[in-house]
Nanobody, 114 residues
Framework: VQLVESGGGLVQPGGSLRLACAAS????????IGWFRQAPGKEREEVSC????????YYADSVKGRATITRDNTKNQVTLQMNNLKPEDTAVYFC????????WGQGTQVTVSS
């Protein structure tokens, strides 16, 4: 299993980013995929996930209304569109299965600062 995250960067409060997770090494459309984040000094937390059957999304309260998760099973890719970013969204963002038990990728850094 290989997970490669991209799309992070430095953005001002209120800005937007589109994070992408490229996956390989497993049957992509058989798994729900989640986005997680880890801020400095904090534990990793799940912010969103999308199931494998109907593509139903889940959002943590912290991002609900500001995030949209989608998946493209033809490209083995999951994206997380983040809008109206806040300083508290600053973290390294990762994707993984819902249990978080695949090898973690390097993540993509999101920094929200003026």
């Amino acid at each position: 299993v290989q997970l490669v995250e991209s799309g992070g960067g430095l953005v001002q409060p209120g800005g937007s980013l589109r994070l992408a997770c490229a996956a390989s090494g497993f049957t992509f459309d058989a798994y729900a995929i989640g986005w997680f984040r880890q801020a400095p000094g904090k534990e990793r937390e799940e912010v969103s996930c999308i199931d494998d059957v109907l593509g139903d999304p889940y959002y943590a309260d912290s991002v609900k209304g500001r995030a949209t998760i989608t998946r493209d099973n033809t490209k083995n890719q999951v994206t997380l569109q983040m809008n109206n970013l806040k300083p508290e969204d600053t973290a390294v963002y990762f994707c993984n299965n819902l249990g978080g038990n695949w090898p973690w990728g390097q993540g993509t850094q999101v920094t929200v600062s003026s």
